[in-house]
């Protein structure tokens, strides 16, 4: 390799001929050499030239020519060997993995191992416990068991006028059509620690009116009460009244006037929150 001048002459390295270098950084006697080498390297199946841009893979040790110079792998199956080598060193030195298997705690259709507290929840529907992953229960996914009950829950809700659903009542879970029911059955509950009545039960008795062929032919009333005296009453929670309650309550008082049915109004219900919804503490 001789001087001249400011810029050395050297041999290409694809051809081997020698040239004058225009920069330091020069590598190619002309630009029919680098396109040649360029397309060889970036095109599957090029021809590749030996003992220039010769690496080792990392995992097999072969020797391969990686088409950027920052490859370290001659395929994505040697990465992935490394890649999960790597992980299994990471899971075992970590302490919040430290006990579980390697892999998945979880997996569809198989019975689930709970290996972490709190993969659990309480369906908001049906009230049913199911595991889920952990990862969608830290996106909010731990409301609903199944795709019927959340479809279930969003149709009580376009439906209903009273926010209808499960309430807590006293450590149990019972579904009322409406949320004034269910602080009904608190003041109910309050009753009874009184010893003015001695219980309850919601929607128990259907009273049927079999004279009428068609249209409403049945009534069930809301809550039924036992009383002291051993009297059965039953009382009926109604906001606003339609056409169709009325005409129930019309048809009842014919078809069974012996039966006492005491309607709870907006007006009596608003009266009652007002005095004791804060002590029972009303939906």
């Known amino acids: 390799m001789a001087k001249a001048g400011l810029h050395l002459i050297k041999n290409c390295i694809l051809c081997s001929k020698e040239y004058r270098q225009s920069r330091s950084d020069q590598l190619y006697c002309s630009k029919k050499c680098y396109s040649y080498v360029w397309r060889s390297l970036h095109n599957k199946g090029g021809i590749y030239w030996k003992g220039i841009l010769e690496k080792k893979c990392q995992t097999c040790k072969n020797i391969f020519y990686p088409s950027i110079l920052s490859q370290k792998y001659c395929s994505n199956s040697c990465f992935h060997k490394e890649d999960n080598k ?3 060193i990471k899971y075992r030195n970590s302490n ?3 006990g579980n298997a390697f892999g998945k705690n979880w997996s569809k259709g198989k019975k689930f191992i709970n290996r972490r507290i709190g993969t659990y ?7 049913k416990k199911f595991y889920i992953m952990p990862c969608y229960k830290k996106r909010g996914g731990d ?22 659903g499960y309430y807590d009542i006293n450590g149990k879970k019972i579904f009322f059509r409406s949320s004034w029911e269910a602080n009904y059955a608190l003041y109910l509950n309050f009753l009874i620690n009184k010893k003015q009545i001695k219980g309850w039960e919601y929607e128990k008795d259907t009273f049927w009116f079999e004279k009428i062929k ?12 036992y009383n002291n005296n051993e009297t059965i009453e039953y009382h009926e929670v109604k906001g606003w009244m339609d056409k169709k309650s009325k005409t129930k309550l019309n048809r009842m008082r014919i078809y069974y006037p012996d039966i006492k049915l005491i309607l709870i109004d907006s007006e009596c219900y608003r009266n009652l929150k007002n005095q004791i919804g804060r002590l029972l503490k009303f939906y």
């Open 121 to 127: 929840s309480i369906c908001q529907s049906c009230n």
């Open 214 to 225: 068609r249209g409403i032919r049945s009534y069930k009333p809301d809550f039924k009460i």
């Open 143 to 164: 409301k609903f068991c199944s795709n019927f009950c959340r479809i279930k829950s969003l149709t009580y809700k376009l439906n209903s006028r009273g926010n209808q």
């Open 96 to 98: 919040k993995y430290k």
């Open 86 to 88: 790597r992980k299994r």
